[in-house]
């Protein structure tokens, strides 16, 4: 009996201990870190001086890249004739430019859904075809069958009545 109450506690100060660890290994990161905080909170509420700063002016634009200064608008593209074709245009001419193309990419795509739906339509008549088929085989099927087993039932009772009369004739039918 003592061995048996030595073993258990034995289990349960193993289980307390892995207990332990684990709640430590899952919130101690998170009290490390509040407590480092609080640490340096507590280091730059006491007496922190104020930052001065001896930064130098910026530098201008005219310092840094002065080949920047005689560029403009006006001489984007000026050795390229493509763009400076472009750059020439109206703003009414890019829009209705604009609007040209966005209605020759929506005619493109209206005639790419009719190619579409007239491919499904011709689809979907193959298969109402196929279906039909498949119907009329299965009714010439089943009328079938249903001749056959009129036909079954027939012959079992002409059977029937031949076996009858030759039990009467004497045979065993062993």
Not at 4 to 14: E, M, Q
Not at 126 to 141: D, F, P
């Amino acid at each position: 009996m003592s061995s048996v109450w030595r073993s258990g506690a034995c289990l349960r100060c193993c289980l307390l201990l892995v207990v332990g660890v684990l709640v430590l290994c899952v919130s101690g990161p998170a009290l490390l870190w509040r407590l480092k905080k609080g640490l340096a909170v507590a280091r730059t509420a006491g007496g922190c001086p104020p930052c001065v700063c001896d930064c130098p002016p910026p530098e201008s634009l005219l310092k840094i890249a002065p080949g920047l200064v005689n560029l403009s608008i006006t001489d984007c593209g000026k050795h390229d004739p493509e763009l400076k074709k472009e750059m020439e245009k109206q703003f009414v001419d890019l829009v209705s430019e604009e609007l040209k193309l966005h209605a020759a990419v929506s005619e493109e795509h209206k005639h790419h859904m009719n190619l579409t739906l007239v491919e499904a339509r011709r689809v979907a008549t193959e298969y109402q075809r196929e279906a039909e088929k498949c119907n009329t085989a299965t009714e010439t099927c089943e009328e079938a069958r249903e001749r056959s087993e009129a036909s079954l039932i027939k012959e079992r009772k002409i059977t029937a009545l031949w076996e009858k009369r030759a039990r009467q004739l004497g045979w065993d039918g062993v």
